[in-house]
């Protein structure tokens, strides 16, 4: 079975300060990794995704994120923050094999971003 | 191009009575997802078809809740009886490649959601 916790619910940022979203995965299989964004009233956005190939993957709007499998970790960051980043994020797991597709989302971060 | 499309956008119906989600893939698509996703938390699996195979159905959460692709296209998610515990916002999305099949082209795009409340 595979699960995803994020471990804050809210971060508070200033703009300009680094972003830092935390997600530790749970997985059976080799898992891929994403991680979705959602802002008010509009539909999921792919961030960036880690499919078994480089561990840093960078993604748009300057996101990025690093795969460390002894960690269990696929942590999201961003050096500067822009207001534009306010929104609800997601980190996703999908494992490889017969249930490959069926994503498991964690619960969410919402980020503020404060001017 | 289109993305995926999904109607109505918010339905309000009262308990007991049969709703109909719609979902509008992208073209040429060939899996299709739902996935529900209540009030402060993250979207939950309900099901999912490759072509017009529905591949998985663990996620749907009682017999109530139903869903068909009967020609690999549009598809339609049916929950009977309505309960106020069914309120929440149902999402579809659709991937190029085939789950089950290990590809790079899995990426799932989402549309814009259902929003259901049940008085």
């Known amino acids: 079975a595979q699960s995803v916790t994020q471990l804050d619910s809210h971060v508070s940022v200033s703009e300009g300060t680094p972003v830092l979203l935390r997600c530790n995965y749970s997985?059976?299989?080799?898992?891929?990794l994403f991680w979705y964004v959602q802002h008010p009233n509009k539909g999921l956005q792919l961030l960036l995704k880690?499919?078994?190939?480089?561990?840093l993957v960078k993604g748009i709007n300057g996101f990025e994120a690093e795969f460390k499998k002894s960690e269990t970790s696929f942590h999201l960051t961003k050096p500067s923050a822009h207001m534009s980043d306010a929104a609800e994020y997601f980190c996703?797991?999908?494992?490889?094999?017969?249930?490959?597709?069926?994503?498991?989302f964690g619960q969410g971060t919402i980020l503020t971003v404060h001017p | 191009g289109a993305g995926v499309s999904q109607s109505p956008r918010y339905k309000v119906t009262k308990r007991g009575q049969d709703v109909a989600l719609r979902c509008d893939p992208i073209?040429?698509?060939?899996?299709l997802y739902w996935y529900r996703q209540a009030l402060g938390q993250g979207p939950e699996f309900l099901t999912y078809?490759?072509?017009?195979?529905?591949?998985?159905k663990s996620g749907l959460p009682n017999d109530r809740f139903s869903a068909e692709r009967p020609e690999g296209s549009i598809s339609t998610l049916t929950i009977q009886r309505t309960e106020q515990r069914d309120s929440a916002m149902y999402r579809c999305?659709?991937?190029?490649?085939?789950?089950?099949?290990?590809?790079?082209?899995?990426?799932?795009?989402f549309g814009p959601g259902t929003r259901l409340t049940v008085l």
């Open positions: 999305a659709s991937s190029w490649g085939a789950s089950g099949v290990l590809s790079s082209y899995n990426e799932q795009f």
């Open positions: 997985s059976s299989y080799s898992p891929s």
């Open positions: 880690y499919t078994s190939a480089a561990t």
């Open positions: 996703v797991v999908s494992e490889s094999g017969t249930s490959y597709g069926k994503l498991t």
């Open positions: 073209s040429g698509h060939v899996s």
């Open positions: 078809f490759n072509y017009e195979a529905q591949q998985d």
